[in-house]
């Protein structure tokens, strides 16, 4: 079953990679889509001119979820296209690793202004302009309970999201909006290959008893899950899409 037409998704860091992804999958399901950018604009256009010549409806809005400002202009910006916001994907995210010893302030700093307080900015605006009935995603990672070295900085940032999902879950209570996280393992993204050497993917595509890599279009399914009308009594919950590494 397929998401409302009138439904208006905000997919945050969308324009590339599993955000991408996620905005076409929402968009083929039904729903208008706002392709949320930090900098780089042409994949962003690239990809709603996509979305439209399949037949969906989507805009880009150029916005720094670490900036309180921006995120309030990006609803605005949503809310003059289509009218209203009903689903916010919180996609965006940076990934820098480090052992905790050899981590410089600016690694740890960066992380948390993008992943947890991009996140806490964004869900701070959907609790205040959301529609009643809303659906809101967030993404995680799987790491948090792998636990790796190198990726204390990032590890903790994602734990932080998956605890404002649980509490925000609870504090839209009467509203019939339902919070959840998806927590990805590895996944083929350009992002994530750039640099690795081929035997440290092969490892990586070995540790989940499916034995292979994720790709976007699993994690998409899984968001649009949660966004539609068969997500709707899931609330408040991580799921690990990840096919059993962990």
């Known amino acids: 079953m397929g998401i409302d037409r009138n439904k208006t998704a905000i997919i945050t860091g969308a324009s590339r990679g599993i955000g991408a992804a996620i905005a076409e999958r929402i968009a083929a399901d039904g729903c208008n889509v706002v392709i949320n950018y930090a900098s780089n604009e042409a994949p962003a256009e690239a990809l709603a001119r996509r979305i439209e010549g399949a037949g969906g409806r989507a805009t880009t809005a150029r916005a720094d979820v670490g900036d309180p400002a921006s995120v309030a202009r990006l609803f605005d910006s949503?809310?003059?296209?289509?009218?209203?916001?009903?689903?916010?994907?919180?996609?965006?995210?940076?990934?820098?690793?480090?052992?905790?010893?050899?981590?410089?302030?600016?690694?740890?700093?960066?992380?948390?202004?993008?992943?947890?307080?991009?996140?806490?900015?964004?869900?701070?605006?959907?609790?205040?302009?959301?529609?009643d009935g809303g659906r809101?995603?967030?993404?995680?990672?799987?790491?948090?309970?792998?636990?790796?070295?190198?990726?204390?900085?990032?590890?903790?940032?994602?734990?932080?999201?998956?605890?404002?999902?649980?509490?925000?879950?609870k504090e839209l209570r009467g509203r019939k909006i339902t919070v959840n996280c998806v927590a990805p393992g590895p996944t083929a993204t350009d992002l994530f290959l750039d640099g690795k050497p081929q035997e440290v993917v092969d490892h990586l595509a070995g540790m989940a008893p499916l034995e292979r890599l994720g790709q976007p279009d699993d994690i998409a399914a899984t968001v649009a899950f949660l966004a539609g009308p068969d997500g709707g009594w899931i609330n408040g919950q991580i799921l690990r899409a990840n096919g059993g590494i962990i």
């Open 78 to 131: 949503a809310a003059a296209a289509f009218g209203g916001i009903d689903i916010l994907v919180n996609n965006a995210g940076i990934m820098r690793l480090a052992a905790i010893a050899e981590s410089e302030d600016e690694l740890f700093d960066v992380q948390v202004l993008t992943n947890l307080k991009g996140t806490f900015n964004t869900l701070r605006e959907a609790a205040r302009r959301l529609s």
């Open 136 to 169: 809101i995603i967030n993404l995680s990672s799987s790491v948090v309970g792998l636990s790796q070295p190198t990726y204390g900085a990032y590890a903790a940032t994602k734990a932080g999201v998956e605890a404002l999902t649980r509490v925000m879950a």
